[in-house]
């Protein structure tokens, strides 16, 4: 860890190598599944125009052609079409560019897929960075095993009386180890109403405490068993072998998204601030990188990073299936809308929807990059 580039041009770097990889991700199904349905791609691209060089496969030579800016080779040239590579100046985001992505004329074009092509290339992109946060989560709970932390202790509860603190790490609950939330809530969910021995770690050194988890008509509203507000996993050790890696991925994913279902909920509750679960941009991204890479540094261990990036390749694919104009999941409520109403709208209308819906969005991340300088959610 020490090697890592830290700073603010360090941050930089790792912050950007995270989200053009996850972009890459999620172009690359994209990508993927039009192949698969023999929908003919015209660019893959990483980064925004202007374009830096490219590369496309020459049918006549058999083999890769590089150019630089614009120069691309004509299919004469090439012997055929080829789909373009390209990595450009921007290097925030990426995109595939299929063939008649609004025209219904085009020949091997999306438009003129089925709606079961269209749905599954639509899709692809989110389920390819939903099947990379699985792997990822999957390597960091391979390098460390967690435990998890104590972020706060409610006055008058059990966990008070007992003498846990803010701060503390579990350890274990009646001799059983406990290395996630879900372990923990379940340990306590069962033993609700009768005494248990909680062991912590504090200050390095595991400290035994008796105490009664209050039955469901003891608890008072807003609160738990126990009275304390979990913190997420931390790295505490060694890592798990490769089956107790996956599941713990599993369950990693399973809370993310039940996080996700349940904060409209959450904030109609009032139990999660609003300025908390607002959205972030790139300023805001970058910001949270900063925090991730120096925690990394702190434990000496690169999980929390690791973590972080499966954090937000969901975010990345879920964002994407929202049924928002121009985003995926606003293009396949349209191949949902034609399937009811059994014939197609207008693709040019539709672009012109999408194209409305960029131009709002894009207007959108800048009041969100505008808060996340001048009020950002991580305090600075």
Do not use: C
């Amino acid at each position: 860890m020490d090697a890592l580039p830290f700073g603010g041009a360090g941050n930089l770097i790792i912050f950007l190598v995270i989200l053009n990889a996850l972009v890459f991700i999620h172009e690359l199904g994209h990508f993927v599944a039009s192949r698969s349905v023999k929908v003919f791609v015209e660019e893959f691209a990483l980064g925004f125009p202007p374009r830096l060089f490219g590369a496309v496969w020459s049918k006549r030579e058999k083999r890769l052609k590089f150019f630089l800016g614009g120069n691309v080779p004509t299919p004469e040239a090439l012997g055929g079409e080829s789909t373009v590579y390209s990595l450009n100046l921007l290097p925030i985001g990426g995109f595939v560019r299929p063939r008649g992505e609004d025209d219904a004329s085009a020949h091997d074009g999306l438009a003129t897929a089925s709606k079961r092509a269209r749905i599954w290339i639509l899709a692809a992109g989110s389920l390819f960075n939903l099947i990379f946060a699985f792997l990822v989560f999957t390597i960091a709970f391979r390098i460390n095993s967690t435990a998890v932390g104590i972020a706060e202790v409610v006055p008058g509860s059990p966990a008070e009386t007992a003498g846990l603190q803010a701060g503390d790490i579990v350890v274990s609950v009646d001799g059983t180890e406990i290395h996630y939330t879900s372990d923990l809530q379940d340990r306590i969910g069962a033993r609700r109403g009768e005494i248990i021995t909680i062991v912590v770690l504090r200050d390095g050194i595991e400290v035994a405490a008796d105490l009664r988890p209050r039955l469901p008509e003891e608890t008072p509203e807003g609160q738990g068993a126990m009275g304390v507000g979990l913190s997420r996993e931390l790295p505490i050790g060694p890592g798990y072998d490769w089956p107790d890696a996956v599941r713990y991925a599993g369950e990693e994913m399973a809370f993310q998204f039940r996080q996700v279902v349940s904060l409209p909920g959450r904030l109609i509750q009032g139990t999660i601030q609003p300025e908390l679960a607002r959205p972030v941009g790139p300023v805001g991204m970058y910001q949270a990188t900063e925090l991730i890479v120096a925690a990394s540094q702190r434990a000496n261990t690169w999980f929390p990073i690791v973590q972080f990036i499966g954090l937000i390749s969901i975010a990345l694919g879920l964002t994407n299936l929202l049924p928002l104009p121009a985003l995926d999941g606003g293009r396949i409520l349209f191949v949902l809308v034609e399937a009811i109403r059994g014939r197609r709208i207008d693709p040019a209308r539709e672009g012109l929807v999408h194209l409305a819906g960029m131009v709002v969005l894009l207007s959108l991340m800048a009041v969100i990059t505008y808060f996340d300088i001048v009020n950002p959610v991580i305090p600075r």
